[in-house]
């Protein structure tokens, strides 16, 4: 079935496992500018639109129409990487699945949690299904974050969605003893899921920082796809 064989393909999967993505509370995925934050989130929520779950993708650094084009880029990455499938299949499964996302721009100016809050209220007062997932992509994490961690953790804990954040380290700040950027550390323990994105030579490397048993798992990752690299 083309669905699992999506979700099997997935660099998400791979690392961190598709069942389990959902199965905490809050995740990050970290890396420098430029190396694949956004995208990899892309395959994190693509993996549970694949189990007909609902997502809701919120940017601080891209519009409405910049989050649609990362997910369909995203979605023909994962179709190209398992070969070939049938076009209009492949566009029938689309056309399925990518109504249960929701996407929400925001900037540093108009982003506040009781507006997100409100949104899944919505839900509620419709008798409608909760997404499971949100992404949040674009949070500063070199500012102190401490009030907005704190509503949002509230939020999930309300509601029971998993939450999954976009986490920019830099090149010039060396690692802690447990191989963590500081934008991490400052807020290890709010957090039960991270991932590292990490350039290596022409490859980049998905290292599991936070995950139990998951934890220092590798995955080299192609750099113009984020689909698992060939050996």
């Known amino acids: 079935m083309l669905k699992n064989d999506l979700i099997l393909r997935s660099p998400a999967e791979k690392t961190i496992g598709a069942d389990n993505i959902t199965n905490g509370q809050f995740g990050a995925v970290l890396s420098r500018?430029?190396?694949?934050?956004?995208?990899?989130?892309?395959?994190?929520?693509?993996?549970?639109?694949?189990?007909?779950?609902?997502?809701?993708?919120?940017?601080?650094c891209d519009t409405i129409e910049k989050i649609t084009i990362r997910y369909n880029e995203g979605y023909t990455s994962l179709i190209d990487s398992i070969g070939y499938v049938d076009a209009q299949v492949a566009e029938r499964l689309w056309d399925e699945i990518q109504h249960h996302k929701t996407g929400i721009a925001y900037n540093e100016s108009t982003f506040n949690v009781n507006k997100i809050r409100d949104y899944?209220?919505?839900?509620?007062?419709?008798?409608?299904?909760?997404?499971?997932?949100?992404?949040?992509?674009?949070?500063?994490?070199?500012?102190d974050l401490?009030?907005?961690?704190?509503?949002?953790?509230?939020?999930?804990?309300?509601?029971?969605?998993?939450?999954?954040?976009?986490?920019?380290?830099?090149?010039?700040?060396?690692?802690?003893?447990?191989?963590?950027?500081?934008?991490?550390?400052?807020?290890?323990?709010?957090?039960?899921k991270a991932v590292f994105l990490a350039t290596e030579e022409d490859r980049i490397q998905a290292i599991v920082l936070k995950d139990g048993d998951r934890t220092d798992q590798k995955l080299l990752l192609d750099p113009a796809t984020l689909m698992p690299a060939e050996e």
Not at 34 to 44: D, E, N, P, R, Y
Not at 126 to 142: C, E, K, S, V, Y
């Open 146 to 192: 401490s009030t907005v961690l704190s509503d949002l953790k509230q939020l999930q804990q309300d509601f029971g969605i998993c939450v999954w954040f976009s986490m920019q380290s830099h090149r010039e700040e060396p690692l802690n003893p447990n191989g963590y950027p500081v934008q991490l550390e400052n807020y290890d323990i709010l957090f039960d």
């Open 33 to 60: 500018a430029g190396v694949g934050k956004t995208g990899f989130l892309v395959q994190i929520a693509l993996t549970r639109l694949l189990c007909d779950e609902k997502v809701l993708h919120i940017s601080l």
């Open 120 to 143: 899944l209220n919505s839900f509620k007062g419709a008798d409608l299904t909760l997404p499971t997932l949100i992404i949040i992509d674009g949070l500063d994490f070199d500012t």
